[in-house]
């Protein structure tokens, strides 16, 4: 079966870390950029970074470049977001997609819900 | 980076109507618009990439337009499973960016 599946939430204290996992399964990896989107409780969409096949390249949003890092290992079908110093402003669903010919998201997880709070 | 600006924020219409959303982009971004659609608790569908390529499996009571920096997602005659939340979504960019989206609901 083509999926996603994301794993890794849970509830922080402000400033605190946290590592997310999506695997990717039912398709050929490394034929696709990989991205990381999420939704803050009762808000809309926002792309938060995304991945080349190799990973060598990595595009990050304004509101957590240099706190948060995308990464892969194609070898385990996986892209990851480590995401430090965490804010206030970060707890949402996050969730994983597939960028198909670096034109659209045709295939997302199923998301993985990030709490901060002390 | 691109500002997506989707009209209306909310919109109510009932079972059978044509329903008309919006998204302008803040520069030009050529046909590299997507349409997606969320119902609550659930991820985000893809309908419409490429700005009028209609995705497979999405009914044909859907349909995207470009003129220029605007673009259009149009539901033809709604259908009650088409009440949700609509977003367009540049792919133009590495940074990519999102509307605010379209809430679609039941007069």
């Known amino acids: 079966e083509v999926q996603l599946v994301e794993s890794g939430g849970g509830l922080v204290q402000p400033g605190g870390s946290l590592r997310l996992s999506c695997v990717a399964s039912g398709f050929t990896f490394t034929d696709y950029w990989m991205s990381w989107v999420r939704q803050a409780p009762g808000q809309g969409l926002e792309w938060v970074a995304n991945?080349?096949?190799?990973?060598?390249?990595?595009y990050y949003a304004d509101s957590v470049k240099g706190r948060f890092t995308i990464s892969r290992d194609n070898a385990k079908n996986s892209v990851y977001l480590q995401m430090n110093s965490l804010r206030a402003e970060d707890p949402a669903v996050y969730y994983c997609a597939r960028d198909a010919w670096m034109q659209y998201y045709d295939l997302w997880g199923q998301g993985t819900l990030v709490g901060v709070s002390s | 980076d691109i500002q997506m600006t989707q009209s209306p924020s909310s919109l109510s219409a009932s079972v059978g109507d044509r329903v008309t959303i919006t998204c302008r982009a803040s520069q030009t971004i050529s046909n590299y618009l997507n349409w997606y659609q969320q119902k609550p608790g659930e991820a985000p569908k893809l309908l419409i990439y490429a700005a009028s390529t209609l995705q497979s499996g999405v009914p044909s009571r859907f349909s995207g337009s470009e003129s220029g920096t605007d673009f259009t997602l149009t539901i033809s005659s709604l259908q009650p499973e088409d009440f949700a939340t609509y977003y367009c979504q540049q792919s133009y960019s590495h940074f990519r960016s999102f509307g605010q989206g379209t809430k679609l609901e039941i007069k």
């Open positions: 991945i080349n096949q190799d990973g060598g390249e990595k």
